[in-house]
């Protein structure tokens, strides 16, 4: 694989993919219609959303079990007490 650098501060690494035909023709519509600017441009994009996408089933996933572990919601109950007191508090004292 070889790296070339993007813009933006980004750098892309050159590989060869396996595309379905159909989405491969999507892809060029989308590129006639100026929807995205090219073939690398649509995939990358695609990937940053299933990426975006997966993160946040991970992240909802860790959620749903914090959630049975009861250790963790009374800490998070006592940290949510913790800035109830302090945003009730007078701060012209300190």
Same mark, same amino acid.
């Given at each position: 694989m070889k790296k070339t650098s993007g813009g933006e501060g980004m750098s892309?690494? %050159?590989?060869?993919?396996?595309? *379905?035909?159909?989405? =491969?023709?999507?892809?060029n519509e989308l590129i006639e219609e100026e929807i995205i600017s090219s073939t690398t441009d649509g995939i990358n994009q695609a990937v940053q959303l299933l990426? %975006?996408?997966k993160k946040k089933q *991970?992240?909802?996933k =860790?959620?749903?079990?914090?959630?049975?572990?009861?250790?963790?919601?009374?800490r998070t109950?006592?940290?949510q007490k913790d800035f109830d007191a302090i945003e009730t508090e007078d701060?012209?004292?300190?």
């Open positions: 892309y690494i %050159k590989t060869t993919i396996n595309l *379905k035909v159909e989405y =491969k023709k999507q892809l990426l %975006k996408e *991970k992240y909802m =860790k959620m749903a079990a914090a959630a049975q572990d009861k250790s963790f919601i009374e109950m006592k940290t701060f012209e004292k300190w």
